[in-house]
């Protein structure tokens, strides 16, 4: 009876192993052949206070409505101080938001990338010190929506 759990759960093992090594080989070539594309970065936003964020989310927003019922803007004093515009009928956002947390925490986009239609956002991730209030960290890129309606994939990739 033991060996035969011990025989089922090792080919439990291998059936996760080798489907998380294919997943692991179809993400190398899609990456692989990936190009950059330009994006813009938003700035002076916030994830709204009646959003719940206990745990990284990967989010992606084709309309207005949606982004700001998750982000609220914030205007600050410096050189521009606006938030970043977003042409909804021409541009889709991507957007990182990590859990809440009291410490010192930046998320950064490194590139996007696109392969046919899988576009790929690399992002970098600081942490500091403790504070004494929370704040939820996130970063939001523009993107220009694709000429055809194709379905695209995304993938997020922290490094």
Known sequence: MKSKLLTALALVGVLLLT??????????????GASPISYQT????????????KKLQKLIFDNENDFHAY?????TMGSNGMPTEVNW???YVMAVVLPETDRSTTVTPIKVSQNG????????VKRG???????????????????SA?????????K
């Not at 489907?19 to 692989?32: A, M």
């Not at 982000?71 to 205007?75: L, S």
């Not at 239609?117 to 970098?124: D, E, G, H, P």
């Open 19 to 32: 489907v998380q090594c294919s997943t692991l080989n179809e993400f190398n070539r899609i990456e692989k």
């Open 42 to 53: 938003l700035d002076n936003y916030f994830v709204r206070n009646d959003v719940e964020c």
């Open 71 to 75: 982000f609220g803007e914030a205007a």
């Open 89 to 91: 009928k021409t541009q």
């Open 117 to 124: 239609v899988s576009v790929i956002l690399y992002y970098q």
């Open 129 to 147: 010190s403790r504070n004494s209030y929370t704040m939820v960290p996130f970063t939001a890129v523009a993107l220009d929506k694709p000429a």
């Open 150 to 158: 194709q379905q695209q994939e995304f993938y997020f990739i922290e």
